[in-house]
């Protein structure tokens, strides 16, 4: 059964703590995503990559890393940097056709909380 | 690059009356436009996409969307909608990368 999974659904972080959030993919794509999405805001691209041990910044990349060691695998770092962390981020992973981003496939999303 | 505006924040619609969701897009390169929906604490699901050939698409759910190149817009409809469509529905555009719209909040009330 083909997807993305993400872990976890729910995570809390103390102020100053670095969380990490997974995210696997069994559909063989070669290129991730994350997304942080804030209410009424939609969704903003926070890191990208197209392929292994190569990944690019988004609109929003201060404060997260990432890292690309294996094609199934794209987990996001929260550092203690990122001044509001809260939100709801969602993994992504499409083809590309035409050398354009095709049909991006969701996970069912991660949310974090900062106490 | 290109962008993406979803022309409402909110829709409320009875059950059972046609609905339509309005997103414009700007770009200077050829695009691909995608609708997905998103329920409550979940991921997106994708409704329907154009890539290319016959500007109206149809999706699942009975949703579908009509390609228009010269008013660069890709508005959503459905004819009938139903208590379960009541969702955040997103626009997206893809150039040289991918773009969402601030998303449309459909309520279906009955």
């Known amino acids: 059964d083909g997807g993305i999974t993400q872990s976890p659904k729910y995570l809390f972080r103390k102020e100053g703590q670095n969380v990490t959030l997974s995210c696997e993919q069994n559909l063989n794509h070669d290129a991730m995503y994350w997304y942080r999405q804030d209410p009424g805001q939609g969704l903003r691209l926070i890191y990208y990559?197209?392929?292994?041990?190569?990944?690019q910044k988004g609109d929003i990349a201060e404060g997260y890393s990432v890292s690309r060691e294996k094609k199934e695998s794209f987990p996001l770092t929260v550092t203690s940097a990122q001044k509001n962390p809260t939100a709801f981020y969602l993994c992504?992973?499409?083809?590309?056709?035409?050398?354009?981003?095709?049909?991006?496939?969701f996970g069912p999303g991660t949310r974090l909380t900062v106490l | 690059a290109q962008s993406v505006t979803q022309l409402d924040s909110q829709v409320p619609v009875f059950e059972e009356a046609p609905v339509e969701l309005r997103c414009n897009y700007s770009?200077?390169?050829?695009?691909?436009l995608f609708w997905y929906v998103q329920y409550p604490n979940q991921g997106l699901q994708l409704l329907l996409k154009?890539?290319?050939?016959?500007?109206l698409v149809k999706g699942i759910n009975g949703f579908e969307a009509e390609f228009n190149k010269s008013q660069t817009s890709f508005h959503l409809r459905k004819p009938s909608v139903h208590i379960s469509d009541t969702a955040e529905y997103f626009c997206?555009?893809?150039?040289?990368?991918?773009?969402f719209g601030a998303g449309t909040r459909l309520t279906v009330k009955p």
């Open positions: 992504a992973s499409s083809v590309t056709s035409g050398g354009s981003t095709d049909t991006q496939y």
């Open positions: 997206a555009v893809s150039g040289d990368d991918m773009r």
């Open positions: 770009s200077s390169v050829s695009v691909y």
């Open positions: 990559s197209q392929i292994v041990n190569d990944f």
């Open positions: 154009y890539l290319s050939g016959s500007t």
